[in-house]
């Protein structure tokens, strides 16, 4: 069964800091590569982190330093801790998960992921 399910977002100043979660299906959360994802209205969606099931993470340039990706697999549930926030942080933002079962090529590209949640609303204000 698959199923990710996004929470945490919300609206904050600028500075301020999230925690998104992100609960996934055992059968999901089992995917080798899960990563998120944000879009903004008008602009296409871009992977922020992603990290593989060895626990090696990779992240955009844009949020390297900002932006902490990690996983509870006792909760099965991925997590993206957010600090720093700046109003260009504002989008939807999306937990997704490639599916796969074995090492592969785990990045922030959106087209690896097959499985995706319904996403969490950030809205950062000035």
């Known amino acids: 069964q698959v199923q990710l399910v996004e929470s945490g977002g919300g609206s904050v100043q600028a500075g301020g800091s999230l925690r998104l979660s992100c609960a996934a299906s055992?059968?999901?959360?089992?995917?080798?590569?899960m990563g998120w994802f944000r879009q903004a209205p008008g602009k296409e969606r871009e992977g922020v982190a992603a990290?593989?099931?060895?626990?090696?993470?990779i992240y955009a340039d844009s949020v390297k330093g900002r932006f902490t990706i990690s996983k509870d697999n006792a909760k099965n549930t991925l997590i993206l801790q957010i600090d720093s926030l700046k109003p260009e942080d504002t989008a939807m933002y999306y937990c997704?998960?490639?599916?796969?079962?074995?090492?592969?090529?785990?990045?922030?590209?959106?087209?690896?992921?097959?499985?995706w949640g319904q996403g969490t609303q950030v809205i950062v204000s000035s």
């Open positions: 055992r059968y999901t959360y089992s995917s080798y590569c």
């Open positions: 990290i593989d099931s060895d626990g090696e993470t």
């Open positions: 997704a998960a490639d599916g796969a079962e074995g090492p592969r090529v785990c990045t922030v590209a959106p087209g690896l992921f097959g499985y």
